[in-house]
């Protein structure tokens, strides 16, 4: 071959190499936290279903397992400003038992992922995940609610309006 085509040749596989480089830097979000460096995504809005004790199915938007194979779920939500409240935990807890209901070892934390919605920054909050047993008294808490066997409590601030429960709460 001639200097030429070996110099083309040589400039194409580097312009592909930066080209797959770019391509992989686009993939690998920027928010992604030091725990999840390295994790493989494992599920994508994939449901998950339980028999026992309760009947319960849930979807995480995305789950992630580790290098030493627990399982992370984590969470995408929209704010004004990035915070993590009592919902994030209660949903992420759910998502971690409900995994571990389907054969799943999963890690002891998973991430409420926060939009911006003023500034479209992604920021990964670490959130520290409650046992079965606190997931276990949600769910009949639940239940009960749900068939009336108990009264729901009414929440602070606008929680109320977006409630799918609302009704059996004002009556």
């Known amino acids: 071959m001639s200097f030429l085509t ?3 040749m040589v400039s194409a596989l580097a312009a592909l190499a930066f ?3 770019r391509f992989w830097q686009g ?4 928010w992604l936290p030091a725990e999840l460096e390295g994790a493989k995504l494992v599920q994508v809005e994939h449901d998950l279903y339980a028999k026992s004790p309760f009947k319960v199915a849930g979807r995480p938007d995305r789950v992630y397992r580790t290098r030493d194979g627990l399982h ?3 969470e995408y939500k929209n704010r004004d400003r990035f915070a993590v409240y009592e919902t994030d935990i209660a949903q992420l807890s759910l ?4 995994l571990r209901q389907n054969g799943h070892r999963t890690a002891a934390f ?3 992922v926060v939009n911006d919605r003023n500034t479209g920054e992604h920021k990964a909050l670490r959130v520290d995940l409650k046992d079965d047993v606190f997931c276990e008294r949600l769910i009949a808490r639940y239940l009960d609610v749900i068939q009336r066997r108990v009264q729901a409590r009414k929440s602070r601030g606008r929680k109320c309006n977006t409630c799918g429960h609302r009704t059996p709460c004002e009556s």
Do not use: E, T
């Not at 993939?27 to 920027?30: A, G």
């Not at 998502?95 to 409900?98: D, G």
């Open 6 to 8: 070996n110099l083309v």
């Open 19 to 21: 080209w797959l480089y």
């Open 27 to 30: 993939l690998v979000p920027k």
């Open 72 to 74: 992370v779920p984590v």
């Open 95 to 98: 998502q971690s038992w409900l």
């Open 110 to 112: 998973g991430f409420a």
